[in-house]
């Protein structure tokens, strides 16, 4: 039985879990009042057409705010503190996430920091994470 | 809109006991409470007609009460769950459809956390579940606090500052024998203890308890057959936010427009202001949630909050009295302490809490859901408007 917090993908969602699963952030864009939304369901949050197709997001978003979480679930299979942050993508919608590939410190961590999308293992799935933008790809170094 | 006064609670109670209570199950709390309630009325389960109940199904508590009723709600949008269901309950009674409404809370938060119990909000294939319990690990601090470090860079609201609230409501712990942590504490002390998610730490977050809590309303034309001092609901206010457990949907992370739109509509209902309020709750989940509720609700300007907490305007002896009890951070919190926010206001206004205010008229609980996702805000009082 799968740990109960590992995320479950829905008619709705799946294309984003597959766009993750291939390193690539497909996000939900409305075909009538054209705006990107996230999350991904069935209408539109904006003008609610049910008329929704998928774009590929550029990956670039700013740090809007976080916490560092001391105790992180073990499937990220990562030591220490861990951020969840709120991020704001460059489409548009904020969303949560969590800043890697840097220092878990508020030093390294500074709000309206640019930072782009980065896909990480988290138990069977690739989820979606993002890194300072200069950071080393797949490297654990400072930003 | 039903007239300001119209309804009013003629008992309430909680659990017989409170924090950690091994040998009952959520329901066996809840039912608890109701029995404790039904005494405080003077009432018998055949003079029930309307239930409320959340995190079980209201068919099942109904009948282990006895009561057959013709109306009833499972409102379940978090911690203020029953706050809502109360404000449901008036709509009933103004309706017709049923005259009494018993509105019951059991939650065994530390003892049996998963016994008898549903919580949806992060179900397989939920917006939660998908795109953001995992990432905090299920903790509702981290979920809560996403916000807080943009408040504090907006605002300068320094983590000292933070940390008075859970101080002054220690301060009035110490003298409520329910309470579960009396032992005074400083700021020091708070920004000692454990860290759980930068910049919250341990002492900044509430507790986890066993706890029931019952309440029974009805008209207040009824109110003088009863043995208790009514408890008047002169204003009732609601609002929903984001997803459940999914902040990211908020639409203004530091003003969140919620917490106006429900204080607006139970302070223009009772037809009071701030300035009229002798007491007040704000539910605490965290340290942070009274600073964005005084603010939201009005008391005081934005990035005013906590400076007005550590100045100790809520603490013993200030301005304006807050959290009572001791708050969600000492008294009890068993993961949705609506319920036990209001008691304490109920108690106010009855003149009987163990920090008893002076000459309580108007009080006021405000109660979160989810993570900023559900708000409901209540204004008591022991007269009735004429
Ligand atoms: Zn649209």
Known sequence: MPHPLVPVPTPETRPYWEGLAEHRLDLPRCRRCEQVFFPPTAICPHCASNQIGWVTASGEATLYSYVIHHRPLKLWRTEGPRSVALVQLAEGPMLVSSVVNCPQTPDALQLDMPLRATFEPFDELTVLCFEPVGAADGEGSGA | ?386
């Open chain 2, 1 to 386: 809109m039903i007239p300001s006064g119209a309804m009013a609670i003629v008992g309430a109670a909680e659990s017989t006991e409170i924090g950690t209570v091994p040998h009952l199950s959520a329901p066996g709390l809840a039912l608890d409470a109701a029995a404790n309630a039904l005494a405080d009325a003077g009432l018998g389960p055949g003079d029930i007609d309307g239930v409320t109940c959340a995190y079980f199904p209201v068919a099942d508590i109904s009948h282990q009460l006895g009561v057959f009723p013709t109306w009833v709600d499972n409102t379940q949008v978090g911690g203020c769950s029953w706050m809502l269901q109360l404000r449901n309950a008036m709509a009933a009674i103004h309706a017709g459809w049923c005259t009494t409404v018993l509105v019951v809370y059991g939650e065994s938060g530390r003892s049996h956390p998963t016994l008898a119990t549903t919580y949806d909000g992060a179900k397989a294939g939920n917006m939660a579940n998908q795109f953001d319990q995992f990432y905090g690990g299920g903790t509702p601090a981290v979920l809560f606090s996403l916000n807080l470090l943009r408040y504090m860079r907006e605002t300068g609201l320094t983590e000292e500052q933070l940390a008075a609230g859970p101080v002054n409501q220690r301060q009035w712990a110490a003298t409520v024998p329910r309470a579960t942590k009396r032992d005074p504490i400083t700021v020091d002390d708070v920004l000692g203890s454990n860290m759980i998610a930068w910049p919250i730490r341990r002492d900044m977050c509430c507790l986890v308890s066993d706890a029931g809590g019952a309440l029974i309303v009805t008209s207040a034309d009824r109110a003088a057959d009863f043995p208790r001092p009514p408890v008047y609901i002169l204003g009732a206010g609601a609002a929903i936010e984001g997803g459940v457990m999914s902040p990211a949907g908020m639409r203004d992370f530091l003003r969140p427009p919620y917490i106006r739109t429900s204080g607006e509509a139970a302070f223009g209902q009772a037809g009071i202001t701030p300035a009229d309020v002798d007491h007040l709750m704000i539910y605490d989940a965290f340290a942070h949630n009274p600073i964005f509720g005084l603010e939201g609700l009005g008391f005081v300007g934005f990035g005013e909050g906590g400076p007005f907490i550590a100045e100790g305007h809520t603490a013993p002896g200030g301005s304006l009295p807050m959290n009572t009890n001791g708050g969600g951070m000492s008294y009890a919190h068993s993961g949705s302490y609506g319920m036990l926010c209001m008691q304490e206001s109920i108690r106010q206004v009855r003149g009987e809490a163990a920090n008893q205010i002076p000459d309580v008229e108007v009080a006021v609980c405000h109660g979160w859901g989810g993570v900023w996702s559900a708000c409901s805000t209540f204004v008591f009082s022991n007269s009735r408007p004429s």
